[in-house]
C-alpha cells in the first residue's frame, strides 16, 4: 500500500474504510517506511488501525524512527525473520515487537536478540506471561 506507485488517493480510500468498520482491527506491515511517514500526515488514523515496519537485520533500524513519526494507535516491529542481531534497539513509542527465524531445511538460527526485551528468553519460549501482567493490552 505504501509504493510510490500506489495513489495517495487510493491510500486514504483504504483508511476511509479501515475508519468505517471499527469492528475490525486492521494490521498493516510494510517495508516501505519513508513513503509511510510521508503520507502519515494525510491519512486519518482511526483507533482500529495498527501500523508496523519490517526490521530483520540492523541495516532497516530507520524504519523504526519512520514508524515513531506515524500517529498510530499501536505500533509495532516484525523482526521476521531475525537474520541479524539489532544491536541497542531503543523501543520507545513502540507496542509490540514479532521476532521469528526462518523456516525449512538448513534455515540459519535465530540470533539471540541483544535488544531488552519484556520476556525472558525462556518465558518467551514458553508463551511467557499474560499480556496484562505486562501492562500490555491482551
Known amino acids: 500500500m505504501f509504493h ?25 506491515l ?13 491519512l486519518a488514523w482511526p483507533p482500529n488501525v495498527w501500523m508496523g515496519v519490517s526490521v530483520e537485520a540492523p541495516d532497516q ?3 523504526v524512527g519512520d514508524l515513531r513519526a506515524v500517529p498510530a494507535a499501536v505500533r509495532f516491529l516484525s523482526c521476521e525473520p531475525l537474520l541479524a542481531p539489532l544491536g541497542d534497539l531503543d523501543l ?35 508463551a511467557g506471561p499474560r499480556p496484562q501482567a505486562l501492562g500490555s493490552p491482551a
Open 4 to 28: 510510490a506507485r500506489v495513489p495517495r488517493s487510493f491510500v486514504r480510500e483504504v483508511f476511509d474504510v479501515m475508519a468505517g468498520t471499527p469492528q475490525h482491527t486492521y494490521q498493516i
Open 30 to 42: 510494510t517495508k516501505r517506511s519513508r513513503r509511510l511517514r510521508l503520507v502519515a500526515g494525510e
Open 61 to 63: 533500524l530507520c524504519r
Open 92 to 126: 520507545a513509542g513502540i507496542d509490540w515487537v514479532i521476532a521469528g527465524g526462518e523456516s525449512g531445511r538448513g534455515q540459519a538460527a535465530v540470533p539471540r536478540p541483544s535488544f531488552p526485551l519484556r520476556l525472558s528468553p525462556a518465558e518467551a519460549e514458553s
